[in-house]
């Protein structure tokens, strides 16, 4: 079907968009959480949001400076903040090195962050298993591809070695003329 009338195929292509739209203005939902044409109401729960948004991830200390390393899991970046120091609205007020636990500002809310602690599997392992792993055959030992090599084996290696760097070199060469060449045709016809 051929649309050859500008309105109508206008109307359809309003209809269409109405309608991949329907869904967030029935439902209220925001395209982007941080407009600022947002409700004040929203900005406070987007403030909330960005709390529970930031992981401590790390600390280092040099002396009597300690950093701590804050990673932001929205946009999957990782930020070094000085404690007392502030990068992109994240305030380090204090950072406790026995426990892990990191106290910051984000969004006007003071958040306690701490390290996330190493989890080791289940260690519920059961004799079968065991005996199971005991009685599979051992892998086979791998047949050694770079045993000794003879004295005409390594002179063949090295022979085709040589060969090689001398043809990358004359490739070259001839690259480079060519690119000589080239230029010199060019400045000596200048096209105007």
Not at 32 to 37: D, I, L, R, T
Not at 99 to 124: E, H, P, Y
Request: aromatic residues 4%.
């Amino acid at each position: 079907m051929k649309l050859s009338h500008p309105p109508l195929r206008l109307s359809l292509c309003l209809a269409f968009a109405l309608a991949a739209l329907a869904p967030f203005a029935l439902h209220g939902a925001a395209l982007v959480s941080n407009s600022p044409f947002a409700p004040t109401g929203a900005a406070g729960m987007a403030a909330s949001a960005a709390q529970d948004n930031y992981q401590l991830a790390g600390s280092t200390s040099q002396g009597t400076d300690v950093s701590v390393c804050i990673y932001a899991t929205q946009t999957k970046r990782s930020l070094w903040i000085p404690v007392g120091g502030e990068v992109d609205g994240v305030h380090v007020i204090s950072y406790d090195d026995t426990n892990d636990i990191a106290v910051v500002k984000v969004g006007g809310g003071q958040k306690s962050l701490s390290m996330r602690k190493a989890t080791i599997g289940s260690a519920r392992a059961t004799s079968q298993s065991f005996a199971a792993a005991e009685a599979s055959p051992a892998p086979a030992p791998i047949a050694d591809a770079g045993g000794p090599k003879s004295a005409d084996s390594i002179q063949r290696e090295q022979r085709e070695a040589r060969m090689l760097v001398s043809d990358l070199l004359e490739i070259g060469v001839q690259q480079r003329k060519a690119y000589q060449e080239a230029k010199a045709k060019a400045a000596a016809n200048p096209q105007q």
